[in-house]
């Protein structure tokens, strides 16, 4: 059964780090495409990085480009977030995913990404 659980999320002011984990299981991470997204109530869901079977594939949204850093340890099963700079519109639910079969992630694009975590709140104080 395929799992992905968000852990990390928490309360930071701004200008604070965090490093979000998703720790998969059912799967090897490394052989699949994962992605964060974002979403905030009233608002869609938006990508926020991916990383591809190659850990030299990465994505990462303009609004975080500079200061996310996404990463794998794959002997963990676990894709990192690593995020610094923190802003107040960093504020969101951040969901990670699994895309077994494509790479749209790697583009910006949602589709494809079959498998999902319940979430973890990052919420950052002005």
């Known amino acids: 059964q395929v799992q992905l659980v968000e852990s990390g999320g928490d309360l930071v002011q701004s200008g604070g780090s965090l490093r979000l984990s998703c720790t998969v299981s059912?799967?090897?991470?490394?052989?699949?495409?994962i992605g964060w997204f974002r979403q905030v109530p009233g608002k869609e869901r938006e990508v926020v990085s991916c990383?591809?079977?190659?850990?030299?594939?990465?994505y990462y949204a303009d609004l975080v480009k500079g200061r996310f850093t996404i990463s794998r340890d794959n002997a963990k099963n676990t894709v990192y977030l690593q995020m610094t700079g923190l802003k107040p519109e960093d504020t969101a639910t951040y969901y990670c995913?699994?895309?077994?079969?494509?790479?749209?992630?790697?583009?910006?694009?949602?589709?494809?990404?079959?498998?999902w975590g319940k979430g973890t709140l990052v919420t950052v104080s002005s």
């Open positions: 995913a699994a895309d077994p079969y494509g790479s749209s992630c790697l583009f910006g694009y949602s589709q494809g990404m079959d498998y």
């Open positions: 059912g799967f090897s991470s490394d052989h699949w495409t």
């Open positions: 990383i591809g079977r190659s850990a030299s594939s990465t």
